[in-house]
């Protein structure tokens, strides 16, 4: 599955900018890469061309630091970005049910796929955020969400999506009145 | 005594996560001639959102987890009527109570201000004595030979995990040749499971400046580097601040406090590699390349960061420092075991009741962490065991919980003290699964440059998942126990040398499991998909249906109301485990 529509147009004269505020030698390719990460939530092939055209950083270099860390991407991504953290903490009290949940209220059925067909968002394994005593934990944007089960990992993207005015690609029922009405029978 | 009351609220990224600033706007509504303070993670994540309220007659209370449903209860409390609410923790003429004592019961040394100031604010850290330290060092004449003297004194061991003596470090970068020096600040946590350094940069970004300051005279350093992981975004804003904040007030840059002493720091914000918690491979980041070691020696305290002598010293090291020099080494050596001194920050995780940031003295048992100070398990299972070290440490079992925590005394366990990760294990977690899950971690980090560790790591992983998937054998156990050795032995740097520890220590002291696994195809702990079955127990089903719209392959059927109808396809089954989990009466068992 391709998400042409969400491939970024470069600004040569913005990446050019970049440049001359953090430097051209070669320890400038990190900083660089995430200035342009920041920026195009991804690192677009003609961006990393501007880059080696301009400075002292060959190619090889380049590429190579932009698949060494696991905060580079080379893929476009959809237009709102899930971090499941999958640290210790977290592996142990669910992630894996995370990511079940998430993959089947987005849709995405394909292993190798992390974004949504829709474009909307895009599911990223990482490594550990650091809130290990809320585990498991997800974090959109700037909001962290705290002690997620697997439902609750939907009901807290259902919320994100009517928010932020996002369509998810499926939506599942209700849940809310079955929890209580099952919770009072027992 | 105050004028006014004081609403203090604690805005760690746990405590924004858990909904502080939620609970800071309902307080505040309720109390709008109150005054809104800010302070960094306390440490008790397991409270968060926490709230200190401090009224006129400078009584400070505690209390946690305010949300909406139980903000009247605590309104009420603060207005002295009604009892003390659930949530209610201790109050500062009555810190010992249950819940307090996760506090009392530490030893605050690193953590001295994290939790009690804002971390965005100098004068506050100034008025807590920071930069004390450095102010007495320059304006007394102190010579950077002194300075190290008394960190020998101290008897301080890197923090981070490798337990070097911090003075002897700083001597061999002092004696080396050359007028450029680097000092860099390790922030780059990257064990899963640990957030000590977190904490200590977000919540008190000067104490560790200071001792960035402190080190850089020891050593003779006139520049410096923050390396800070991308993933702690708050961490880089508020250290970002504090050098913003130094540099201002002449505590950064040229002619500090106006001596002659130098200075200056740059952030470099990690992209997410582990092996860059590795001196080497950290400095090949900096210089803008693939994050792999290389060959020691020459040491970083030889020839480092651009070929210039360097000392990388972990952001908890660092905290101690300031410590140090105002008390004097010796008063730091008088805490501790004979060989580990002063005291010990871990991040406490997974299946205890009271998890969080606690720091206690060297020589205190672990025990003593998870029980008295955690609460021992947090859903009344019984504990398996503990891992310490993250990837690169192991399993200590329950049975050894009265080890001491002393770097000689874990070490002879088989795990390692580590950066200060402690994730509790209780009887529902799979030993083998933990294995699984950390060679999987380092084999996805290990740089590739050692064959043992790039390929070793992969051989490891796979007969790991072989026996998570019942396909294993016993000539698999023979395999892992022949590689483990092979990989710590042929590898050059701590990654590869430390990462089939959890193995190693799994098998050493829980066989069992993987026994069970291999012969009677049966997990334990009920966590390997391939060994466990996922029934409906029709006693327990009230048929409301919940996990019938929640399976992601639709095996479950059954008629609404109408328990005895409920069963699980187990042909179709995947044993996700999202019907155990959503299920309000507990009807789905797992064996």
């Known amino acids: ?186 | 005594m105050g004028d006014r009351m004081i609403i203090t609220i604690g805005e760690g990224t746990c405590g924004i996560a858990a909904g502080s600033k939620e609970a800071a706007d309902l307080l505040s509504k309720r109390f709008p001639e109150a005054e809104l303070r800010s302070v960094g993670c306390v440490g008790m994540c397991h409270q968060e959102p926490m709230v200190w309220i401090t009224n006129t007659d400078d009584v400070t209370t505690l209390y946690g987890q305010v949300n909406k449903k139980n903000l009247p209860k605590i309104v009420r409390h603060i207005k002295g009527e009604g009892d003390a609410p659930p949530n209610f923790i201790s109050t500062s003429q009555q810190p010992d109570t249950d819940k307090g004592r996760y506090l009392t019961g530490q030893t605050r040394i690193a953590l001295r201000n994290v939790g009690t100031i804002n971390p965005t604010s100098l004068e506050q850290a100034l008025a807590r004595g920071t930069y004390g330290a450095i102010k007495k060092i320059l304006t007394s004449g102190m010579t950077p030979e002194a300075v190290i003297e008394e960190v020998k004194i101290s008897q301080l061991r890197g923090r981070g995990g490798g337990g070097f003596p911090t003075a002897t470090k700083w001597g061999f970068a002092r004696s080396a040749p050359g007028e450029v020096k680097y000092l860099i600040c390790n922030g780059d946590e990257g064990d899963p499971g640990a957030f000590m350094d977190r904490s200590l940069l977000e919540g008190d970004p000067h104490a560790v400046l200071e001792g960035m300051l402190i080190a850089a005279y020891g050593i003779g350093a006139s520049r410096g580097y923050a390396y800070i992981r991308a993933e702690y975004p708050l961490a880089v804003q508020y250290f970002g601040k504090a050098i913003q904040d130094a540099r201002a007030a002449g505590l950064l840059g040229k002619n500090i406090l106006g001596t002659s002493f130098a200075f200056d720091i740059k952030i470099k914000e990690g992209a997410g590699a582990f092996v860059c918690g590795e001196e080497t491979a950290l400095m090949a980041s900096i210089e803008g390349h693939r994050g792999m070691p290389r060959i020691r020696p020459p040491f970083p305290a030889i020839s480092g960061l651009f070929g210039k002598p360097t000392i990388i010293n972990n952001v908890e090291t660092l905290a101690n420092l300031p410590w140090i020099l105002n008390h004097g080494g010796a008063a730091y050596a008088a805490i501790g075991t004979e060989k580990s001194k002063g005291t010990k920050v871990f991040a406490l995780a997974g299946a205890v009741a009271r998890g969080g940031l606690v720091e206690v003295p060297m020589g205190s048992t672990i025990r003593h962490v998870i029980e008295e100070i955690g609460g021992g398990s947090a859903k009344g299972r019984p504990l398996k065991g503990v891992q310490l070290g993250g990837p690169s440490g192991g399993c200590v079992p329950e049975a050894m919980f009265d080890t001491l925590i002393d770097y000689d005394a874990i070490n002879a366990t088989g795990a390692i003290m580590g950066s200060g990760g402690m994730v509790v294990m209780d009887s529902k977690t799979c030993m083998v699964d933990i294995s699984r899950y950390f060679l999987e971690f380092t084999q996805l980090e290990s740089c590739g440059k050692c064959t043992f560790c790039r390929i070793g790591t992969l051989r490891m992983k796979e007969i790991l998942t072989r026996i998570c998937e019942g396909k294993g054998t016993m000539a698999d156990i023979e395999t892992l126990e022949e590689l483990g050795p092979q990989i710590k032995n042929a590898s050059l740097c701590g990654l590869g040398q430390t990462a089939p520890n959890p193995v190693l220590t799994t098998l050493k002291y829980f066989r069992d499991e993987y026994i069970a696994h291999v012969v009677d195809k049966k997990c334990p702990g009920g966590v390997c998909k391939a060994l466990i079955q996922h029934t409906i127990v029709q006693d327990k089903c009230t048929g409301c249906s919940i996990c019938a719209r929640y399976c992601p392959v639709n095996c479950i059927s059954g008629e609404l109301k109408k328990p005895e109808t409920w069963v699980i396809d187990s042909k179709v089954c995947i044993n996700c485990g999202m019907c155990a989990e959503v299920c309000n009466p507990e009807a789905v068992f797992v064996a």
Not at chain 1, 77 to 105: E, F, P, Y
């Open chain 1, 1 to 186: 599955m391709s998400h042409s529509s969400l491939e970024a147009v470069v600004d040569p004269q913005l990446v050019k900018k970049w440049i001359s505020e953090i430097g051209s030698d070669s320890s400038a390719a990190v900083p660089l890469l995430q200035a342009i990460q920041s920026h195009y939530r991804y690192l677009p092939r003609k961006a990393m061309d501007v880059v080696v055209q301009n400075t002292a950083i060959t190619a090889s270099q380049l590429f190579g630091v932009a698949t060494f860390y696991a905060q580079f991407r080379l893929r476009p991504v959809g237009r709102q970005l899930i971090k499941v953290c999958h640290g210790t903490a977290c592996h142990v009290s669910g992630a894996d049910r995370l990511n079940t949940a998430l993959r089947q209220i987005l849709d995405i059925t394909d292993a190798a796929e992390d974004t949504a067909a829709n474009g909307s968002y895009t599911l990223e394994n990482v490594a550990c955020i650091g809130c290990c005593s809320l585990a498991p934990v997800m974090v959109i944007g700037s909001a962290t969400f705290p002690n997620l089960k697997g439902a609750d990992a939907q009901r807290s993207l259902k919320k994100h999506a009517k928010d932020s005015g996002e369509m998810l690609p499926k939506q599942i029922q209700d849940d809310d009145e079955a929890t209580v009405s099952g919770g009072k029978e027992a």
